[in-house]
Each structure stands twice: as structure tokens, then as C-alpha cells.
């Protein structure tokens, strides 16, 4: 018998499963009304004397073994077991990540950068809090010159404020290159605007300029029409305005052809068949003097635009804010593949 009980200790330690079935088997085979355990302790009444103590100690243990084992494994089995299992497949395909998508402002910024970068132009940039002289002093707005209402500013302290136009960047590019100079100039800026579908207290520009002998208006219409029709198609037209800028001389404002009626008169144009998409000019020859480049041997032309304004006419948007809310469902139009 005590052969008998030992054989079945070490059959019982060394017993596993995970599986509730396997267990409730084995709870039957050891401890049910015929199991081996049950029958060693029907036994018991027929052992000598002399090892009843021993062997009433043996099956003791083995009983307290066999019921620790039973209950180990079954908090094991409703634990994990089956559940684990289902879990586990490891055949499934993985769940797809998604991906971002580039912000329609700047799928348009860098769009215009490679239009201009093809012919020519480098990307120049500049700081987003700028003093006076490059906002304003060194591109000709005299310190009683009405032309500061023009844009309204959100100054820092004296003399220092947020940048109102991105022309800012190209009086430090003069200031630290000798012509030609031919660059284009892509950033943030800030007026002190109502925030409504049409303005917004901060926008985004592309400001270009070029210097060098002879530059003339002809130059310009050419550069911009180049422009419109790489931007719009090649169908588009363009037109200039006579306009007033401070830092251009003369200056003027630049139309395209409505790219949504083609010229024939829509509610976008307001029946007009052009919108507006620019501002430009002839460097004045005092902007250029403050920049320390000789306006007697140079001449340039400049011209800026607003990247929302283009963003909103190649993807017909109509309300500004848009640009600045985040909301993924607008966001998740623009996927592109990189
Ligand atoms: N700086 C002007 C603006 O912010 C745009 C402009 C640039 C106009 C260059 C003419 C020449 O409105």
C-alpha cells in the first residue's frame, strides 16, 4: 500500500491540463466514489496495526495533495484556458494603422515652393516675431505713414510685434545677399483682424522677390502668369490692377480668370469672371537703398499672396476657419499618398 500511495503522489504533482474537462476526469479518476484515492481509504480499515499511523499519515497528504492540485488547476482553467485560446489566434491578419493626411495649407504651400523652385527661386525664412525696421521702416512705411493702418498689428512691446506680411523675411535676405537675388519666402504671419469665414487673426503667405539688372515689369507679368497657369491650368488668364503698396513703385493687384466658371461669371466671382489672388510691384528703389543694394544698378519685382486664399479656390472652401479647427472630417479629405 505504500508502494501504491507514493506511485500516486508523484502521479499527482506531476499532473497538469488546462482544459476544465481534463480536470473534472481527473477528479473522478482520483477522488470520485470508485477513484484510487477513495478506494486506498476504504482500504485503510484492513492495514496492521504496527503502519496505520505511518500510512494514516500517507494518505493523508495524498488527500490534501490531490484536492491543492484540483484546485490549483481550476482557477487556472477559468482564468485563461478556453478564453486564452480565442485570444491567442495568431493566424488573424493584424488591424491596419491609419495614417495621417498633410494639412490642405500646406499640400498647397509646398506646391507653390515647387512652382517657383522650377524656375529658380530658393526658399528664404525668418522669424515670426520681428522689430520695426523689417516690417515696416526698412520697407518704406515712414513712422507717420498711414500705410502702418493698412495692417493691423499686434505689437509685443515697443518696436517689437508679430509680423504682418512675410516681405520681412526678404529685407533680411537683402540685407545678407548681393543680387541676383531671387527668392521666395513662405510663413506665418498675424493681424489683428474678427475672426470670421474671410479673416482670421493669423494666415499664411508666400512672398517673392527678385533682384538684379534689369528687372522689369514684363519680368513680373511673365513670372505671375507662369505662376497662375502651373497653379490653375493652363487655360487661366491673368489681369493687374493698379494698386498702393509702400515698398513697390509702380504696385499693382493680380486677378485670374475664375477657375470655377472659366471667365464666364459664377457666384464664387460674383459674376465678375476674375478673383483676386495677389498683390505685386516694382521694388521701390528705396526699399532697395535700405537693403544697401544699389538701386542706381538694380532694379526687382515683389509680390505676395495668401496661402488660404489659393487653398480656398483650388479646393472650393468657403469658410476660413476650417484651416485652424482640426475637425478630421474636413482633415480626411485631403489624404494623399505622402
Ligand atoms: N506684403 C503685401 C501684403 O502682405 C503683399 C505684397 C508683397 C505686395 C510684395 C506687393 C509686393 O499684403
Same mark, same amino acid.
Request: proline share 6%; aromatic share 10%; charged share 35%.
Given at each position: 500500500m505504500r508502494e501504491k500511495i507514493k506511485r500516486l503522489l508523484i502521479e499527482i504533482n506531476s499532473f497538469s491540463t488546462n482544459s476544465k474537462e481534463e480536470l473534472e476526469l481527473f477528479r473522478i479518476k482520483m477522488?470520485?466514489?470508485?477513484g484510487e484515492v477513495t478506494i486506498l481509504f476504504d482500504n485503510f480499515? $484492513?492495514? %496492521?496495526v504496527i503502519i496505520k499511523k505511518e500510512i494514516g499519515q500517507l494518505l493523508n497528504e495524498l488527500k490534501t495533495n490531490t484536492q491543492q492540485k484540483i484546485n490549483d488547476l481550476k482557477q487556472l482553467t477559468e482564468s485563461n484556458g478556453d478564453v486564452d485560446r480565442k485570444i491567442m489566434d495568431l493566424t488573424l491578419p493584424s488591424q491596419s494603422i491609419s495614417i495621417g493626411s498633410r494639412h490642405p495649407l500646406s499640400l498647397v504651400k509646398n506646391e507653390i515652393i515647387n512652382i517657383f523652385s522650377r524656375i529658380g527661386f530658393a526658399v528664404s525664412d525668418g522669424p515670426e516675431i520681428e522689430d520695426d525696421w523689417h516690417n515696416f521702416s526698412a520697407l518704406n512705411? $515712414?513712422? %507717420?505713414?498711414?500705410?502702418?493702418?493698412?495692417q493691423d498689428t499686434f505689437f509685443i512691446e515697443d518696436k517689437i510685434a508679430l509680423r504682418t506680411h512675410t516681405s520681412s523675411i526678404q529685407v533680411r535676405v537683402m540685407e545678407n545677399s548681393k543680387p541676383p537675388v531671387r527668392t521666395i519666402s513662405p510663413g506665418r504671419v498675424y493681424r489683428n483682424e474678427a475672426i470670421s469665414a474671410r479673416a482670421h487673426c493669423f494666415f499664411h503667405q508666400v512672398e517673392g522677390l527678385y533682384i538684379d539688372k534689369n528687372v522689369s515689369f514684363a519680368d513680373l507679368k511673365q513670372t505671375l502668369l507662369y505662376f497662375a497657369k502651373e497653379m490653375f491650368g493652363s487655360d487661366t488668364k491673368i489681369r493687374l490692377r493698379p494698386s498702393y503698396f509702400p515698398?513697390?513703385?509702380p504696385s499693382a493687384e493680380m486677378d485670374i480668370?475664375?477657375?470655377?466658371?472659366s471667365g464666364k461669371g459664377c457666384n464664387i466671382c460674383k459674376g465678375s469672371g476674375w478673383v483676386e489672388i495677389l498683390g505685386c510691384g516694382m521694388v521701390d528703389p528705396a526699399v532697395l537703398d535700405n537693403c544697401k543694394i544699389d538701386s542706381k544698378q538694380h532694379s526687382g519685382f515683389a509680390f505676395g499672396m495668401g496661402v488660404e486664399r489659393i487653398t480656398m479656390l483650388k479646393y472650393q472652401?468657403?469658410?476660413?476657419?476650417l484651416f485652424s479647427e482640426n475637425d478630421v472630417r474636413f482633415m480626411n479629405q485631403f489624404k494623399t499618398e505622402l
Open positions: 477522488l470520485g466514489k470508485k480499515k $484492513s492495514v %496492521e512705411f $515712414s513712422e %507717420e505713414h498711414p500705410a502702418r493702418d493698412m515698398f513697390t513703385e480668370s475664375c477657375p470655377f466658371c472652401t468657403n469658410d476660413l476657419r
